[in-house]
């Protein structure tokens, strides 16, 4: 008995030291660990042969990023998906430690949200469609779309006080125009919706080569309360 309750501190402090060594793998190390999870993620999503889109369920994971899952996959993929969340968090407290959280991992703590459009199979392979990935035909027949459901996103939600909103802006050609997002209401779903359009509306920019020249507003005043809808003046500052 006595020799079980010495070597119980033993494998306690061997233990330790196993799960602290961790703490001082370079972010180097982790980096590559992200990338070999990923490539593993990739590899399972991808290997139901993709005959029928619908089958496939696009899920959106923190920070703005998406993933086409097959309905039979998606304990596998939780499972990945958390391997994978792990091994980034570690990344970043090793960016951390090393001083590079202001270069090399800041591309991966704010991204910029940029919504898929759609789903395809492509060649027997799920595949997410984005706005760069569409034609000027297609950009052409989303716009419209896309800019009355962000008119009508608030419809039924009065503005009693103008500090539960937000400005936004909206980019409506070369110009922007501002746009209001409560705070607390479906707050992240508008924001996507918002980035989609304005990624939208870069795509047909590019497509037909417009040149702006940016004597637009750049501003936008707090938001207002106006018969019971939210108003935003914009001005060029």
């Known amino acids: 008995m006595k020799k079980i309750i010495f070597t119980l501190p033993i494998i306690g402090f061997l233990l330790f030291l196993a799960c602290s ?17 990923t490539e593993e993620l990739t590899t399972l999503l991808q290997s139901v042969p993709c005959t029928n889109i619908e089958e496939f369920e696009i899920i ?109 802006f909206l980019r409506t050609g070369c110009c922007m125009e501002a746009i209001a997002v409560h705070k607390t209401i479906r707050s992240a779903e508008m924001i996507e919706k918002i980035q989609l359009y304005n990624h939208l509306t870069e795509r047909k920019l590019s497509l037909e080569k417009t040149s702006c020249q940016g004597d637009c507003p750049n501003s936008a005043r707090p938001v207002q309360c106006r018969d019971g809808k939210p108003y935003i003046e914009v001005y060029k500052s």
């Open 60 to 168: 959106q994971q923190p920070y703005y990023t998406y993933y086409l899952v097959h309905s039979s996959l998606k304990s596998q993929f939780e499972k990945l998906k958390q391997e994978l969340d792990h091994l980034q968090d570690e990344r970043y407290k090793a960016a951390e430690r090393e001083g590079k959280i202001r270069y090399e991992a800041l591309d991966f703590i704010m991204p910029i949200p940029n919504p898929p459009v759609g789903k395809i199979c492509d060649n027997g392979k799920p595949k997410l469609r984005f706005a760069h990935d569409l034609s000027l035909e297609e950009v052409n027949v989303e716009l419209p779309k896309r800019y009355k459901e962000l008119q009508e996103f608030y419809k039924d939600i009065t503005c009693d006080n103008p500090n539960d909103w937000q400005s936004h």
């Open 21 to 37: 060594k961790d703490n001082f793998n370079s972010f180097e190390y982790w980096d590559e660990q992200v990338i070999e999870k």
